[in-house]
């Protein structure tokens, strides 16, 4: 089994404020770092680092070379991610006093997808492979019909949330990755149990795993539904805890875990993350996951639902 994430390659443009800047306000920085990024590429390291072979699929502009230099670093295939006229994608992201964040994202070379692309790459791949995706890249539509086509395993994490996704046809996804948010733009609902079951209907076939901050994640499906607790860590910055999160949760399921062993695991990771400043720079590695207990609070788990 092997891993294609049709991903975003950004270069982050990091700013530490005392709070978000206000509409018609101007505010000093602390400071600015710049660090690679994009929800891809975030989600990639950590699938790596959580120990899987991950291919990565994506575009970069001229000035992305050290993008690709991360991911050969950190050990990610990078024969698929393809350099394009033009910039990157990038984002422009505000950090807080209390590690909160705001983000502006530029698409730049992320937009350039073609379908003739998207098919010379699952040429190489087949229904015993998984395809990962998130919505800062265009065409994910086409991405997810070619790859029901070869009858891969779709895993999708529909953010951002936005029009583009109407395109798409969700019932051929297997999985979904989302946060709170996003449950509530796909559904229309507000209470939580509501969002999870108006998915469920509408998705039957597919698993639901939905991030809720600082008050844990939950997993549901047709016959179950189970909660975990997070851990209670000091915030420096919650940039990329939910690309954390998505890496370390696939990869235990890849590694055959029990879902709410890698609700589990993923929350550790995910906690580790939001520690650190920074998205792919603050992903943990494998052996840091696994001492988590010497660190922090172990978060008591609870099942919601019987599983049948």
């Not at 006229?85 to 705001?102: E, F, W, Y």
């Not at 149990?193 to 639901?208: C, F, H, M």
Request: glycine fraction near 10%; proline fraction near 4%.
């Amino acid at each position: 089994m092997r891993i294609i994430n049709f991903g975003s390659l950004n270069l982050d443009y990091t700013y530490s404020v005392d709070h978000i800047v206000e509409p018609g306000e101007t505010l000093d920085t602390g400071e600015r770092k710049i660090f690679c990024g994009g929800k891809g590429l975030n989600q990639s390291i950590a699938l790596a680092r959580a120990g899987l072979e991950v291919h990565h699929a994506g575009m970069i502009g001229e000035d992305g070379e050290m993008l690709v230099d991360l991911c050969r670093k950190e050990n990610i295939h990078t024969h698929y991610i393809w350099k394009v006229p033009g910039p990157s994608g990038h984002t422009i992201i505000q950090v807080d006093a209390h590690g909160q964040n705001s983000i502006l994202l530029y698409g730049g070379a992320n937009r350039k997808f073609t379908k003739n692309y998207i098919d010379e790459v699952l040429a190489d791949f087949n229904e015993e492979d998984i395809v990962l995706l998130q919505n800062e890249i265009n065409l994910p539509d086409y991405v997810i019909e070619a790859a029901a086509r070869k009858k891969m395993r779709i895993i999708l994490n529909p953010s951002p949330y936005n029009d583009q996704l109407k395109s798409c046809d969700l019932g051929k996804v297997n999985l979904f990755l989302i946060n709170e948010i996003e449950g509530m733009q796909m559904t229309g609902e507000e209470d939580l149990s509501a969002v999870l079951d108006a998915l469920t209907a509408r998705y039957p076939k597919a698993g639901i795993v939905m991030t809720l901050g600082g008050d844990g994640c939950v997993y549901q499906d047709a016959s179950r539904r189970f909660y975990q607790d997070s851990f209670r860590v000091p915030v420096k910055d919650t940039t990329g805890a939910g690309d954390t999160f998505t890496g370390y949760f696939i990869a235990g399921l890849v590694s055959g875990m029990d879902v709410r062993e890698c609700l589990m695991v993923a929350s550790r990771a995910a906690a580790i993350a939001v520690t650190r400043p920074g998205a792919s720079s603050s992903i943990p590695t494998k052996q840091e996951v696994r001492d988590i207990d010497l660190e922090f609070e172990r978060p008591k788990e609870k099942e919601t639902k019987s599983e049948s």
